[in-house]
C-alpha cells in the first residue's frame, strides 16, 4: 500500500514547483471552533450533525425496527441547555415519530411547564430507545446497551448544562446506578459523557407514565422539579 503521507507531500511539493500556494475546495473548510459560529450556523451545524446521527441509528441491524411504525429521535429547541432523556416511545409516540406526544407526554409538559421549561423555547427531548417495543414492554438491558453508545452521542451533540433523566431506564443506564429511581430521584449526579471534557449536571425524575399510574407520587416529584429550577437559576441559564 503507497504511503499516503509521502504521496500527498509529493503532490503538494508538485504544486509548489508550479508556483501554487493554495487550493480552493468545493465547501468551505471549518477552521473555527463552535463559539465562532453565529446562532444559526450553529443551528445547522448542530442539524447536520442530527442528521449523520439519525442516519446511523437507522441503519443499525435491530429487531425493535421491524415491528415499530416509525423512527422516534428528537422533539424540542435544538439550542437548548436542558436536556431531557426517557426510556422509549409508545403507541402514539410510534404513531407519530416524535417522543413523549401520548398521555406520558402530556403529563412531562405539565410538569416541565410548571419551572419554566418548555419544548418550543429552550427544553430538547429524546429517549434511550428510538423504536417503540412491542406492547410497550420495558426494554431489554440488551436493547438499552446497543443504543447507549448512541444515546451518549446524541447528547455530545447537544451539550447541555442540566441533564434531566426521567425513570429508571435512563436513569439506570446513563448514570450506571446499582440503586432505582426510588433511590436516587432527586439527587444530582456529574454525569460524565465520553466525548465531552465538562461533566454535566444531571438529575433523575420519576416518569410521567409512573406518576400517572401512581398520583400519590406527584408531590415528590414536584419537590425534585422545584430542585430542578434552582439548579437551572444558580447556573444563570436563560429560559
Ligand atoms: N415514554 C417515554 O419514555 N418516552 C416517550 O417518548 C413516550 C413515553
Known sequence: MPNIRKCSLAVLNYYKSLGIESHIQNKPRVRFEDHFYTKNQKK???KDKLK???KKIINLDCK???????FVFYDGFLRSDIMIIGEAPGYEEDKLGKPFVGA???KLDQMINAIGLDRKNNTYITNIIPWRPPNNRTPTDNEINFFLPY???HISIIKPKILLLFGNVASKSLLKLKNGITKNHGKWFNYKNPFL???IFTTCIFHPSYLLRSPNKKKIAWEDLKKVKEKIKSLQIKI
Open 44 to 46: 445547522l451545524l448542530l
Open 52 to 54: 449523520e446521527l439519525k
Open 64 to 70: 425493535l425496527k421491524l415491528k415499530a411504525k416509525n
Open 104 to 106: 406520558a407526554g402530556k
Open 151 to 153: 444515546v451518549e452521542e
Open 197 to 199: 471534557k465538562k461533566k
